[in-house]
């Protein structure tokens, strides 16, 4: 597979929330998003198999924003992933790489998108996943953090998974 | 009263935020700013206490409690802007 090259599509309703400060689904225009609050740090995770042509390199997640209410404003996001080798990780505890992150500024329309491209290296970035695998991706709004400065929930379109 | 602890601004922060992302309506300013215009609204509302009170016709001034008087000013202002 060429580098750029598409390797997973992720939609909201493929989001498996954790115990505690989830995402929350919600719909815009009949459209399903998932929501993440602006002062609690609120995360959800994706499953998936990396496909059979992936070849190696890094991947970038990118993620699809929209802003609830806010027309001004910073989101930041991090995503991390977490390798299911076979016979050696133990799923009954997390084993993320270390969290990537980006920061996208809110359009200064509520309700258009705006795409986050968040790039992890290949190798422990990805937890070194390998073409076959299954894996998790953990994203999370970094509500916490002083650069996210957005009011009001940040809405998770998609999530495209692609070959750096 | 003393104005509202830190915990509490921003319980009302988050609970103003609910509520205009429920509407979904225009938000143009940061998370700061609208923290930074609860604190001053909340302030505001600290120091004119005395004033609020004194525009207070009696009997009502002397008669009612500080909360039914605080339910007064709540509902004129829910009256005053159409708030639900």
Redesign the interface.
């Known amino acids: 597979m060429a580098s750029g090259d598409t390797l997973l599509v992720l939609g909201p309703q493929q989001g498996q929330p954790p115990a505690t400060n989830y995402a929350t689904l919600d719909s815009?225009n009949n459209q399903l998003v998932l929501?993440f609050?602006?002062?609690?740090e609120e995360s959800t995770y994706f499953s998936g198999v990396l496909p059979r042509n992936y070849g190696g390199g890094g991947i970038t997640a990118t993620l699809w924003w929209m802003a609830?209410?806010?027309?001004?404003?910073d989101v930041k996001a991090g995503v991390s992933f977490e390798r299911h080798q076979d016979s050696v990780d133990d799923l009954d505890a997390d084993g993320f790489g270390s969290e990537q992150t980006g920061t996208i500024t809110a359009p200064a329309t509520?309700?258009t998108t705006k795409a986050m491209a968040i790039a992890s290296t290949n190798g422990a970035q990805i937890d070194s996943i390998a073409a076959g695998e299954t894996f998790r991706l953990k994203v999370a709004r970094k509500a916490a953090d002083g650069a996210?400065?957005?009011?009001?929930?940040a809405e998770l379109l998609a999530v495209e998974l692609k070959e750096t | 009263m003393a104005v509202l602890s830190a915990a509490d601004q921003?319980a009302v922060?988050?609970s103003y935020?609910r509520l205009?992302?429920e509407?979904?309506?225009?938000?143009?300013?940061?998370?700061?700013?609208?923290r930074a215009a609860i604190t001053a609204v909340d302030a505001w509302a600290d120091s004119n206490q005395a004033s609020f009170n004194s525009a207070i016709p009696l009997p009502a001034r002397t008669s009612l409690t500080a909360r039914q008087k605080a339910e007064i000013l709540l509902f004129v202002i829910r009256r005053r802007w159409e708030l639900s």
């Open positions: 815009r929501d609050d602006d002062t609690t609830t209410s806010a027309t001004s404003g509520s309700g996210d400065t957005m009011t009001g929930d | 921003v922060t988050s935020t205009v992302c509407r979904r309506e225009a938000v143009p300013i940061r998370k700061a700013e609208l």
